[in-house]
């Protein structure tokens, strides 16, 4: 059985960092696309960052880039949204998805596989 598991979420202030870690299990880690989606109050959920489906690439959302990434560590199948200089419009439920790349003709990503429970990031102003 696939599952995820988000944890890290919390309450910073604009500026600071968080760490978000999605634990993985019942499937090939290795070969996996994860990606970090998220959905804040009254907005569709967006994507993060995922894999880019045509270079394989990692594909940052403009809102994100330069200030957010998604380290990963194989040995304990978990990947990672490492979010510095956080921004009060950063906050929303932040989930982890499998299957997770960025397709060009959607100009979004899109996961295809199972998904984390989500879990809350609140940055103050």
């Known amino acids: 059985e696939v599952q995820l598991q988000a944890s890290g979420g919390g309450l910073v202030q604009a500026g600071g960092s968080l760490r978000l870690s999605c634990a993985a299990s019942g499937f090939t880690f290795d070969d996996a696309a994860i990606g970090w989606f998220r959905q804040a109050p009254g907005k569709e959920r967006e994507g993060v960052s995922c894999i880019s489906s045509s270079n394989g690439s990692t594909y940052y959302a403009d809102s994100v880039k330069g200030r957010f990434t998604i380290p990963s560590d194989n040995a304990k199948n978990t990947v990672y949204l490492q979010m510095n200089s956080l921004k009060p419009e950063d906050t929303a439920v932040y989930y982890c998805?499998?299957?997770?790349?960025?397709?060009?003709?959607?100009?979004?990503?899109?996961?295809?596989?199972?998904w984390g429970q989500g879990t809350q990031v609140t940055v103050s102003s």
């Open positions: 998805a499998e299957d997770a790349n960025y397709y060009s003709h959607f100009g979004k990503c899109v996961a295809f596989g199972s």
